[in-house]
């Protein structure tokens, strides 16, 4: 299949398709990525340096286990280091993929379709990432199970008022959510690719998973219905879970954490790196696979303006932080924004804001927003911008709290930097098996668009 960039997909335009083309050969070509014998070298280098970076998360997880935290930086008073940072890091990477499925599939942005089913994989994955941190964290983690609120002999339960306790229901309902609606998503696909595949065994498996799916108009009534129901519940789980999470923070008396604009703030900035993200992964995936003709110059223009829209959304909640800080004139609270800016941690704090503020202005300019190079530097500049931002939330604040007497330093070891590129190991890992083994483009979906599209030309 072969769509003109410029036409294909805008609403109410026909796509340009080459002749003896249809829109049936959309899925041939997607399930050729998954069923074709011959992997791209690409996809191989890829692969082989995501799984060079697994082997040091599992090596980092193993002397954790064997030694306990003390292995990481932290200390009294920054109980909080990496672990969290990233913990947080994640599970704001992961809010595009829900955002691109659900909240656009109920808008009906039909531009969404090419990378939906892409960046709902990338929304997992990254929950997974996300999820072990806290996990390791705990100093016991094979007791991870307790903070479940299930019945027990011992009479112990969950404390409530306790931000863990929240981040498990938060996070486990938001995997759960994301996977029920990226596998109900897949089931049609799934069903094709049964059809397709040629080995008994690949036969086989596809079959399992597609349930019996049979292509009836009852099967695709239950399916939309189903799938309309999922996005309408996974549409508030943009907002509420990042809420959950800056509640970590703004529930406590610290300096730098009281504060009520965490919330929304958390919120824009997860949908900002999330994005950022789908454009790092994106780009050189549809250079691999060759899916220019699907994944356009639009996506990524569109992608472009959502980032910059967040990103100013991000830079006026550090505007507003900075003026709750003054007007509050707490001397608690003045010191700890001047300390962020003047103290040793300062470099971090001046990096975030070239990172998050003065990369992203370049994308008011359509040449940058349709600069894949450009983009692509400027995706991986703005999720180092966030990680920072998240040191400096978490560490920095925690480096100077109410006591002289007990503040301290914070350093990170070796083993805090293996666990954060390690993840990243575990996330390409995940991310390009998924690529090997499934649709990573929803067909069912592209076909619909495009006959939608033709419908009144042909």
Known sequence: MAVSEK?????????????????????????KIVLDIHTPIGWVVAFGIGSILL???????????????????????????????TFVWWIGIGHAGTLISAILFLLR?????????????????AVACAGMYPILHLGRPWLFYWILP?????????????????????????????????????????????????????????GLLAMGWRGSARHWTNHQALYLLLAAIATPLVVSVHTVVSFDFAISQLPGWHTTVFPPYFV??????GFAMVITLAIPVRKIYHLEDMITMRH??????????????????????????????SEFEIFMLLNRLTGPYAPYVYGLIACNLVSVQFLWFKRIRQNLTALFIISIIINTGMWLERFMIVVISLTADFLPGSWGMFVATPWDWSLLFGSMGLFLVLMFLFIRTLPMIAVFEMQELIHKLEGPHH
């Open 55 to 85: 082997m040091v998360y599992l090596i980092s997880v193993t002397y954790l286990f064997i030694y306990g935290v003390g292995v990481w930086g932290i200390n009294i008073p920054v109980g909080w280091g990496f672990a969290i940072v």
């Open 268 to 273: 824009a900035g997860a949908v900002f790196s």
């Open 7 to 31: 036409t294909f997909p805008v609403p109410g335009e026909p796509p340009v398709l080459e002749p003896g083309h249809d829109y049936r050969s959309i899925g041939d070509k997607i399930s």
């Open 109 to 125: 942005q039909d531009w969404r379709t090419s990378i939906n089913r892409f960046a709902e994989a990338m929304t997992l994955f």
């Open 150 to 206: 299930y019945p027990n002999t011992f009479g112990m339960w969950p404390q409530f008022r306790s931000a863990l306790a929240w981040d498990v229901f938060a996070i486990s309902a938001y995997a759960t959510v994301s996977l029920l609606f990226w596998f109900t998503g897949l089931i049609p696909d799934l069903a094709s690719m049964r059809d397709r595949a040629q080995h008994p065994v690949l036969k086989f498996v596809y």
């Open 300 to 329: 990524f223009d569109v992608m472009s303006k959502v980032i910059l829209t967040t990103g100013l959304i991000v830079f006026y909640g550090y505007l507003t932080e900075a003026f709750t800080v003054w007007y509050s004139g």
